[in-house]
């Protein structure tokens, strides 16, 4: 039986979905977006190296995890060490983490090799939750809830009872990116964050400022993102680009379809 992570200061009722002030706990406004004003703030250049964990258990399963927390197998921890050599001569200063085990182990085995101590733990980094198709295959979700997958495979999770919304996804995005922005001003130059699949999609569209699902961005496991911010001239727009989705270290065994 896999255990449920909860987010103190995230979990409670997804109601009242407007898009005004951000009730999340980091004070970030929902309107914002992670673009080059977001990062204007920053003096050095900085990239930030996101990171979904290797294969864990459920992904071999093609189970729908959310907050559950399911361990790497074998593969997801070799997937790890693969991403890690990549990352170790690439200067890396912090490593962030979701609080879930399969993040988390992933986070570690890469900070080590980096030279760092223990990962930082970022709440807002942890998977989305993904309601009633918690810890149930695919497969089951489409046999015994028909009307619900149908429109699931159109409109994502925000057609399934009790999944978080993607209002709460965008404000937990920003969260995210908050943080990121507080420590390179701090001085750190190579930031990586290791998170899951659901969360990814709304780290990369928080950067534009897209508030739907679709079109989704592929995100397997231990697939690098590259954000890349580049300051300009003092209290001016950093430039900002995507330089990778979805990069694969060259040791990095391929696993199952991407699956949350």
């Known amino acids: 039986m896999y255990s449920r992570i909860e987010l103190p200061g995230w979990d409670f009722a997804d109601s009242g979905r407007d898009l005004g002030r951000s009730r999340d706990p980091s004070g970030v406004r929902e309107a914002e977006q992670a673009d080059g004003r977001f990062f204007a703030p920053v003096s050095n250049d900085t990239s930030v190296y996101i990171l979904r964990h290797g294969r864990s258990e459920g992904n071999a399963t093609l189970t729908f995890q959310g907050r559950m927390n399911y361990p790497l197998d074998s593969l997801g921890v070799k997937q790890a060490e693969g991403a890690a050599r990549w990352l170790k001569d690439k200067?890396?200063?912090?490593?962030?983490?979701?609080?879930?085990?399969?993040?988390?182990?992933?986070?570690?085995?890469?900070?080590?090799?980096?030279?760092?101590?223990?990962?930082?733990?970022?709440?807002?980094?942890?998977?989305?939750?993904?309601?009633m198709f918690s810890g149930i295959s695919m497969e089951k979700?489409?046999?015994?809830?028909?009307?619900?997958?149908?429109?699931?495979?159109?409109?994502?999770?925000?057609?399934?009872?009790?999944?978080?919304?993607?209002?709460?996804?965008?404000?937990?995005?920003?969260?995210?990116?908050?943080?990121?922005?507080?420590?390179?001003?701090?001085?750190?130059?190579?930031?990586?964050?290791?998170?899951?699949?659901?969360?990814?999609?709304?780290?990369?569209?928080?950067?534009?400022?897209?508030?739907?699902?679709?079109?989704?961005?592929?995100t397997s496991n231990c697939g690098i993102a590259q954000y890349d911010i580049e300051a300009t001239s003092p209290g001016n727009p950093a430039f900002v680009q995507w330089s990778r989705i979805n990069f694969h270290a060259p040791e990095v065994a391929q696993g199952t379809k991407p699956i949350f």
């Open 91 to 131: 200067e890396i200063d912090a490593v962030l983490s979701s609080p879930l085990d399969r993040a988390l182990v992933t986070a570690t085995i890469i900070s080590e090799s980096c030279g760092l101590g223990a990962p930082a733990i970022l709440p807002s980094l942890a998977e989305i939750d993904v309601g």
């Open 141 to 218: 979700a489409r046999v015994e809830y028909p009307d619900i997958y149908r429109v699931f495979e159109y409109s994502s999770w925000d057609a399934v009872p009790g999944a978080e919304s993607s209002t709460r996804l965008y404000e937990r995005a920003m969260a995210s990116w908050d943080e990121v922005r507080r420590i390179a001003v701090g001085g750190a130059r190579r930031i990586v964050c290791i998170s899951h699949g659901g969360l990814i999609q709304w780290l990369i569209r928080s950067t534009f400022g897209a508030r739907s699902w679709l079109p989704l961005v592929p």
